[in-house]
């Protein structure tokens, strides 16, 4: 059974890193998994969008749409993108919906100061310094989740421990088999 | 064993149909298949692509991504898309290639007075009345491939007919098991 796992939050909350080691071990077990990125898909799906309010939920629909043609396959999708508005996650959600493929919205939820102390693309210090403008949660919006199917608080937390929040998830939605329980 | 088929030739040359039968007849034999339909894709992946050469070429490049990340997934994925140029359709070879994903080039190859006289979209006719312009293989090229590893002849054959030298080139390269011989 395939699942599409959004993992939303804002730049270097800790999205790629957790999906990378989720990704890691579902491998181990014998899934199919795929990591989305985010920047990969620009490159190569979206390379007539920006980051405008529009261009941003364009950017969105379309990983999404690609997501679910995935998981409709048995594949495990994971998609660390940071999808600021609530609008273009519900459509994403949605669409999951209307073709019957499992959807799981994950909040990666860490304070805006841990994700400047982190910045691990240096867009924080390029905003800061007036090179970039328009980043997510400083000068342009990020609207949290309300109901996301997981909560992943990354303070004071390993990746593996993220990860395994997301693992439990999905083994107690039966959409991957606890090999290993 | 995942695998593209990329069904390339002329408006109406009866790409989708058999792409459709091919899904049929494999569906029935429990395979994971996906028809990567042209006009859902342009209007899901490639809204902001129209017909001009370079438009085609990203529509094709898109296309191609997105089917490569299906096929590594053990999907055989099947693109009845025109795909007009042979330097577009040669990246996306590449692009399987450098993926190590199989990849399979199947040439449609239907003359075009018969085309024209199916005219399934009533896109010929539109170009004659002139409502319609740059119609592949009328007022816009068409590269026809050199060495397709399938080349279908569709005039005087059934839609089931051509499906099978599909089904017989994938058993004949192990990508998909021939459960019935």
Not at 123 to 132: F, H, N, V
């Given at each position: ?168 998830a999905l083994i107690q939605r039966n959409l991957v088999l606890g090999v290993h329980g």
């Open positions: 059974m395939g699942v599409t796992v959004w993992l939303t939050g804002l730049p270097s909350a800790g999205k790629s890193s957790i999906a990378r080691e989720v990704e890691r071990l579902l491998v181990r077990g014998g899934v199919r998994v795929q990591v989305l990125d985010g920047d990969e898909l620009r490159e190569n799906l979206c390379a007539d969008l920006g980051f405008s309010r529009a261009d941003r939920d364009t950017n969105v629909r379309r990983v999404g749409y690609v997501a679910e043609l995935l998981a409709r396959h048995g594949v495990v999708v994971l998609v660390p993108v940071i999808a600021p508005y609530r609008h273009s996650r519900a459509a994403v959600r949605r669409h999951h919906q209307s073709c019957r493929t499992p959807y799981v919205e994950a909040y990666v939820d860490t304070p805006l100061a841990l994700c400047v102390a982190r910045d691990v693309k240096g867009l924080y210090a390029k905003q800061r310094a007036g090179t970039l403008s328009g980043l997510t949660g400083v000068d342009d919006p990020y609207e949290p989740p309300e109901q996301p199917e997981i909560r992943i608080a990354t303070a004071d937390r390993t990746v593996t421990e993220s990860a395994g929040d997301v693992l439990a």
